[in-house]
C-alpha cells in the first residue's frame, strides 16, 4: 500500500518521495500502551485516505491496522489522483528548473572568469607600452 506517514513522506513507488498535502498527526491508543502513527494513503485506490497502523509496523508490529476515514467516492478518488499526479508533476517540472538554473549560473560564472582574466592580462600588456 502506498502511503505517508506524519513527516509528510510517501512511499509511492512510482513517484516523487514527499507526500502532496504537509500535515501533523498525533497518534492513537492502539491494544495495551503503543500509540498507532496516522498515514494518508496514496494509492491509486484510496488516495488521501488515512488510516492508522502500529507505530513498529517497520520492525514488524503488532498487525494493527484500521481506516481513520470511509470509502471515498469514485468520483473523489479521481480528483485527488489527478492533483496528486499534477503535484508530482509540478515537482519534477521544479527539480528539472532548478537543475537547468545551476546548469546556466555554472556558465556565466566561467564567462566572467575568463572575462577577468582577459582584462587582467590585456590591463598589464598595456602597462609594459
Given at each position: ?17 514527499r ?64 492533483l ?5 508533476s ?19 560564472e ?5 572575462v ?8 598589464s ?5
Open positions: 500500500m502506498a502511503s505517508s506517514q506524519s513527516d509528510g513522506s510517501s512511499s509511492y513507488s512510482q513517484h516523487s518521495s507526500s502532496p498535502i504537509p500535515y501533523r498527526v498525533a497518534g492513537r491508543d492502539v491494544r495495551l500502551c503503543v500509540k498507532a502513527a496516522r498515514w494518508i494513503s496514496w494509492s491509486p485506490d484510496n488516495p488521501g485516505r488515512r488510516y492508522f497502523k502500529c507505530r513498529n509496523a517497520q520492525e514488524g508490529g503488532c498487525g494493527f491496522y484500521t481506516w481513520y476515514d470511509g470509502p471515498t467516492t469514485t468520483f473523489i478518488r479521481e480528483v485527488l489522483n489527478d496528486r499526479d499534477a503535484v508530482w509540478a515537482r519534477r517540472e521544479k527539480e528539472g528548473l532548478v537543475l537547468a538554473i545551476q546548469e546556466e549560473r555554472m556558465k556565466v566561467e564567462k566572467i572568469t575568463e577577468d582574466a582577459a582584462q587582467r592580462d590585456g590591463g600588456k598595456k602597462a609594459i607600452m
